[in-house]
């Protein structure tokens, strides 16, 4: 158990590099990878359910204490980055499914790594927890409304079917886990060390099948498409500072509203557009998983050389 343990660690720590070799391997072992996608959902509810292993019912008392200051964040992360990837598709002329993928991608609720980055940014964590908590709550509900309203004259979108996917690979699975925890805290914890193992490589595994289904695509539109990525995720990771700025937050809260707004669960976004798109239409979703687990890291990096200013004012300075 603790050379798994060890393992688990080593896996977390290496998480954006080993995302990044399995789009590697998924680019140059098409045929090996691409059998890979009709099991993106499922994948993605293994994902989901250990996320819920982690979360706490306390997860979602900050709500009660800080109310405004959740809602503005939630808020941003459901307007902010669907409207970028919708603008960004079309500024960058890509074909319509590659704009639903971009949209998906952008609607998608935070990213399950958000809180570890915001934690090594030293970034008031609570409030992080509380963003991917609450979005991914809100997500079968929000998600396909944006999808539709954004990508529904670009390719029909069957909003109720989202619905009900986003239900079975997301709520479901994150609410078991989460009461599994809460019922049965003494089976679960010695698991919950073993959690990064099980996320990374439903996380590797997805984006090798994505990026090997669609192989071709990535030789011939891969670079125009990664800059619309990079594009996207970087004005996402900016605006969402701006928005804790200028919405008088303090400063851990901007780094974690940054974060949280910058980093999707582009994981659901590829499993959404294999199942009721093409594959095609995950591409987004997969180099989105390969470039914001970089670039997440790259501003823990940065923040991490400086605490806040205002760091004893985080909104609940537990949770790691």
């Known amino acids: ?57 306390a997860d979602f008392t900050v709500v009660t204490r800080h109310p405004g200051t959740v809602l503005l964040g ?12 919708w603008g960004i598709a079309h500024a960058f002329g890509l074909p319509p499914l590659l704009v639903v993928g971009m949209v998906l991608v952008g609607a998608s609720p935070g990213g399950t790594a958000s809180n570890v980055i915001v934690y090594l940014a030293r970034g008031d964590v609570a409030l992080s927890v509380a963003m991917t908590s609450i979005s991914t709550m809100l997500a079968p509900f929000v998600t396909p409304l944006l999808v539709l309203g954004l990508a529904g004259s670009t390719l029909p979108v069957a909003a109720g079917d989202l619905f009900l996917s986003i239900l079975q690979v997301v709520l479901l699975p994150v609410v078991a886990g989460l009461l599994l925890r809460t019922f049965a805290e003494r089976v679960v914890s010695p698991l919950l060390p073993l959690m990064p193992l099980v996320s990374v490589t439903g996380i590797v595994l997805v984006v090798a099948g994505v990026v090997g289904a669609n192989a071709d695509a990535v030789l011939g539109t891969g670079l125009l498409l990664a800059l619309a990525v990079v594009v996207h995720n970087t004005l996402g990771l900016t605006v969402g500072y701006l928005v804790g700025y200028f919405g008088r937050m303090p400063e851990s809260a901007r780094r974690a509203a940054s974060v949280e707004v910058g980093m999707q669960n582009s994981g659901l976004a590829a499993s959404l557009a294999t199942t009721h798109f093409e594959p095609l239409a995950a591409l987004p979703g997969a180099l989105f998983s390969v470039w914001h687990n970089l670039s997440g890291a790259a501003v823990a990096t940065y923040w991490a050389r400086s605490a806040p200013e205002d760091a004893e004012e985080a909104l609940e300075p537990e949770r790691p």
């Not at 939630?74 to 990837?85: H, R």
């Open 1 to 57: 158990m603790a050379v798994i343990t060890k393992v688990a660690d080593l896996v977390g720590r290496w998480f954006a590099v080993l995302v990044l070799a399995g789009a590697l391997v998924g680019l140059l072992l098409p045929e090996q990878t691409a059998p890979v996608v009709p099991h993106v959902p499922l994948l993605l509810g293994l994902i989901m359910f250990g996320m819920g292993l982690t979360m706490r019912p």
């Open 74 to 85: 939630v808020l941003a992360q459901y307007t902010v980055m669907p409207l970028l990837g």
